[in-house]
């Protein structure tokens, strides 16, 4: 049986990645899966970037405002899901656009995840409450000393893969390197092609800087305090993403409000830089400038590819 084809719209946030997938569904009747790990969430509009339903431009657009901010989910839980609605693009005819900026959630759907054990929350906290004592510089030399090949595939500073790979290690005895060669990057069941929008730095970072005071103008504050006037604390989630954490801090009085947009812009341009570093070990993204993509002569640039890889026909 012939692989679904999938194509998928990545790179840092503020690239345009939402419109250019709108644009280009319109015209080769695609459906978009979003792959942004907190616009899966309701409520949570201003802070994600969420397109309106205007910008949505009447396509259907899945795993976007599904999930209560109390409810889990994890890569595991995005494949699962992405399959899913994957089926059901498939069975509606319509072609499959993956879009977002969640590096691990686009590769967790396309080469899958280490299997090795579900999460062990004894460990973690364990390892946590060691980070927050010794330093997350600590584990991750504990991390190069039990598995050195996957300490070099994490940053120094990616508490979170590091408390992973540990966890990995003490729960199956194996090195999370032997795992993944065991599990199965193997050959994905998709056809995929990855189109990535970038951005020289500076310019990156003027867009970060623009989106954010648009972001404020637009009501944020308002927007995280009926959050929390609907029972949401800093203890889900979601609300400790980029945005909202910084308002939440505002909010009880922690900093006042210069500094709580200087920190949502500083942050919001480390985890472009995070994104940017994780896409580059990506080989197979086809990179476009992000403003040249958003002229028309970009645009078909980037159309062609998307049309031939799909086929001109239906399906």
Known sequence: MSRKKVAIITGPT??????????????????????????????????????????????PHYLIDELDPKEPFCA??????????????????RRVFIVGGTGLYIRALTGGLIGGSPPVPAIRAELRARAEKEGTRALYDELKSVDAASAQRIEPN????????????????????????KHSFKESEFLTLKIGLTLDRDKLYKRIEARVDRMIAGGLEDEVRRLTGMGYTKEHKPLTSIGYKQMMMYITGEIDLDEAVRLIKRDTKRYAKRQLTWFKKEEDILWHDAEKAATDAGYLKIMDKVASFFGRGKG
């Open 76 to 93: 595991a839980d995005f494949m699962k899901a992405a399959l899913r609605r994957i089926e059901k693009i498939h069975s509606r005819g």
């Open 14 to 59: 503020a690239t345009g990645k939402s419109s250019l997938a709108v644009r280009l569904c319109g015209e080769l009747r695609g459906s978009i899966i979003n792959a942004d790990s907190v616009q899966v969430y309701k409520y949570l509009n201003i802070g994600t970037a969420k397109p309106t339903k205007d910008e949505m431009g009447g396509i």
């Open 158 to 181: 990616d508490l979170f893969r590091i408390i992973r790979a540990l966890e990995l290690y003490r729960v199956t005895g194996s090195k999370p390197c032997e795992l993944r060669q």
